[in-house]
């Protein structure tokens, strides 16, 4: 127990080690550190996407605490991914805009930890940990710049939508400890329902599920979403709606296995409900957006309902077709969002959709790294989006919701909408827009692997799709 | 005594922790209370004037608003104060447990305090103790 | 009534104020006290629970301890978020931050 212990939080302990080496740096060696940071920053999270790749520690650790089986580990390796991608495009954006001091890297590293810890915990004091660990880094990183008054402000919005449903889950948790009188995730939730405990059980799934529901914005719960997505940076945009909308939907996924069929009964139609609304409200009301990083924090809602919509037919195989969306939603998302970051000028964050007009043959490599994630997004082949939805709708249809399925559907040809008015403004001739100073090599070829690894999973998704299922049939055991 | 219940006893007697006595104390509290204000100001002469408003009769004239801004430096002490202070709850919790968990405790419990001395450091040399000016080292 | 119910009772009562002064409330120190009842709302469940119910001992105590050591960092980093945004805008009223909306 004790070495395979030690391995399992090798990624743990590379970016926690990480994190403080930065904070040190920025306190104690003041001179050099600007330099130093981010190859700090750059080289934890590379370490922790290695070690969670390549050791397998074979067991779970921290006295079963942490789970590190495939699943796990393969979100491991995403987040690594996420942190490294946000790290190369926040780079040239934070330093022009000076916030790339030590807090930013060192607190970005402390979110991937909380990312990993939520994706991996088997016990709910660890999800709880990670979780909150993540919710008070991204406070942190939305009001990163300590000038703006949107970051301000976006940052204290999320703040107190964060700690509420903080609160709804910590109370959840403790009425599921109470009535199944364990900690563990997969122990208590398996447990099975009897007339005794039914209340309670309910009572806490669906306190734990507001919180959850917060944190990933599914629609009575999303009204955060949009103001913080457009006050905080893009860069922390684009980290905040990936990763830790991926994270806390993997410890979804994690107690929709293995909940019992009795729980799962009662929790099925409240995610039928949310999925439904959650589509519907996402896409239309992404409609009626004129700014960039509103539309794309609507149109990321919409994408958690599709996934939801999925996420019901775990019980019939439906998980990997879950995972791959989520694995396939954070590289649209990051690149899309990542465009924006790469197409704002110095002074002011593009974000006004006339400001995008033009956009195609001014900077035509940045501007199609965002076409294309909009393409992507919008569920359109060739693209990895198009295998994804591909996978969800066929799941949902193949465990018997065809109603929601075609709910679905509608929602997302209302969807393309949107997603092709973006596009046409990007490549219409007739707007002026500034010609945005290069952001740095690093940034380009991020945006570059994005959109090779979009337009490769929507070619080649096979061998992708079998490793998933391989690793989520593992779990389920 | 015979002719007092046993109930009446037991209810009364200072022995049994109980909310009975609680709740004598506390009407008897309320009551004295209300009977001292109100006799205070039904047989008090009532006459008003400037001196009598203010908030401190014969002391001090109060100048200024009462509700001044506090500097920025307390709310940082104060939320410096707030994370050091909670610290102590978990080293309270392994000084309990010292025994049962030995060396291996011990270690983890110094690299929980090195960490936090070292975010000590990190705020002294980030300038967030500095008292009065409000310029900070960069 | 038994004193469990006694303590969830209080823990309820702790989580609605909480609740209802988050909605209710438009200063924002309040809220960062709102959200603090919340918490210790469910501290006090864990708290119970782990006195009258659990097979493990500690673990509520544990969970606790945990949760009050969060507390405290999620007020710091609020009063944080609040003072940058009082010294942009000189008033703690949730209402003056509303540049953001659509």
Not at chain 1, 198 to 205: D, E, F, N, S
Not at chain 1, 436 to 443: M, N
Not at chain 2, 32 to 57: D, H
Not at chain 2, 86 to 106: D, N, P, Q, R, T
Request: proline share 3%.
């Amino acid at each position: 127990m004790m070495d395979s212990g030690w391995l399992v939080i090798l990624p743990h302990i590379s970016l926690a080690a990480g994190g403080i080496l930065i904070f040190c740096a920025g306190a104690f060696m003041r001179r050099r550190a600007s330099d130093i940071i981010p190859v700090l920053a750059f080289a934890s999270a590379a370490c922790a996407g290695v070690s969670s790749a390549w050791i397998d520690p074979g067991g779970p650790g921290f006295l079963g605490m942490l789970d590190s089986g495939g699943f796990s580990r393969f979100f491991a390796v995403i987040f690594s991914l996420i942190t490294l991608m946000t790290l190369v495009f926040s780079h040239h954006y934070a330093r022009d805009r000076g916030f790339a001091g030590d807090e930013f890297y060192g607190v970005l590293l402390f979110a991937a930890l909380g990312m990993i810890l939520v994706a991996g915990a088997s016990h709910w004091l660890i999800f709880f940990l990670g979780l909150e660990l993540l919710s008070l880094s991204l406070y942190v990183l939305i009001a990163a710049r300590k000038n703006d008054p949107a970051s301000n402000e976006a940052a204290l919005k999320y703040f107190v939508m964060g700690s509420v449903a903080g609160g709804f889950l910590t109370f959840g948790i403790a009425v599921l400890y109470a009535v199944t009188g364990r900690m563990d995730i997969s122990a208590g939730l398996g447990s099975t329902m009897t007339a005794d405990n039914r209340a309670g059980l309910l009572l806490g799934l669906s306190l734990v599920m507001v919180g959850i529901g917060f944190k990933i914005s599914l629609v009575p719960f999303h009204l955060w979403t949009p103001d913080v997505y457009q006050g905080a940076p893009a860069p922390v945009t684009a980290f905040l709606s990936t990763g830790s909308k991926v994270a806390v939907f993997a410890a979804l996924l994690r107690f929709s296995l293995c909940s019992h069929e009795a729980v799962w009964a009662y929790m099925a139609p409240l995610f039928w409900g949310l999925a439904a609304l959650t589509m519907i409200v996402g896409n239309v009301t992404a409609l009626a957006q004129t700014h960039l990083k509103r539309l794309l924090a609507y149109s990321s809602i919409a994408q958690m309902g599709y996934v939801l919509m999925a996420l019901l037919a775990v019980k019939h195989g439906g998980a990997s077709a879950v995972v791959f969306y989520l694995a396939v939603y954070a590289l649209m998302d990051l690149g899309a969002f990542g465009a924006v970051a790469v197409l704002s000028g110095e002074d002011r964050e593009r974000d006004d959709l006339e400001d995008y007009r033009g956009m195609g043959y001014v900077h035509p490599w940045r501007a199609g790294l965002l076409a294309v994630c909009l393409f992507s997004l919008a569920g359109l082949p060739p693209t990895a989006g198009f295998i994804g939805k591909f996978v969800l709708f066929h799941a949902a249809i193949q465990a018997g919701y065809v109603a929601l399925a075609l709910v679905g559907i509608l929602a997302a040809i209302v969807s393309v909408y949107y997603y092709l008015r973006v596009m046409g403004i990007l490549y219409m001739r007739t707007g002026e827009c500034g010609i945005v100073p290069r952001t740095g090599i690093l940034g380009d070829g991020a945006g570059m692997m994005i959109l090779a690894l979009l337009l490769l999973l929507g070619i080649v998704p096979s061998p992708l799709l079998t490793a998933i299922s391989n690793i989520v049939s593992s779990l389920s055991h | 005594m015979d002719s007092i219940p046993q109930g009446a006893i037991q209810a009364l007697s200072p022995w049994e922790p109980g909310i009975f006595g609680f709740v004598v104390y506390f009407i008897l509290v309320t009551g004295l209370m209300a009977v001292i204000l109100f006799l205070s100001g039904w047989l008090g002469v009532k006459k008003k004037n400037a001196e009598k408003t203010r908030p401190y009769e014969s002391g001090i004239l109060p100048t200024g608003s009462a509700r001044l801004r506090y500097p920025v430096p307390f709310f940082l002490v104060a939320t410096f104060f707030l994370i050091f202070d909670v610290e102590a709850a978990y080293i309270f919790s392994w000084a309990i447990a010292f025994k049962e968990l030995g060396w291996a405790g011990w270690l983890q419990i110094t690299f929980f305090i090195v960490v936090l001395a070292v975010s000590l450091f990190y705020v002294w040399f980030k300038g967030g103790l500095e008292w009065g000016s409000t310029t900070r080292r960069k | 009534m038994n004193e469990l119910s006694t303590y969830l009772i209080v823990a309820a009562i702790l989580f609605s104020m909480g609740l209802l002064g988050l909605l209710q409330r438009r200063n924002l120190i309040g809220m960062l006290i709102s959200i603090e009842l919340m918490l210790n709302g469910a501290s006090l469940n864990f708290m119970a629970f782990n006195r009258f119910l659990a097979p493990e001992p500690a673990v509520g105590q544990i969970v606790t301890l945990f949760i009050m050591g969060l507390a405290a960092a999620e007020a710091a980093i609020g009063l944080s978020i609040i003072l940058a945004l009082f010294r942009r805008m000189h008033s703690i009223n949730v209402e003056r931050a509303q540049q953001l909306r659509g």
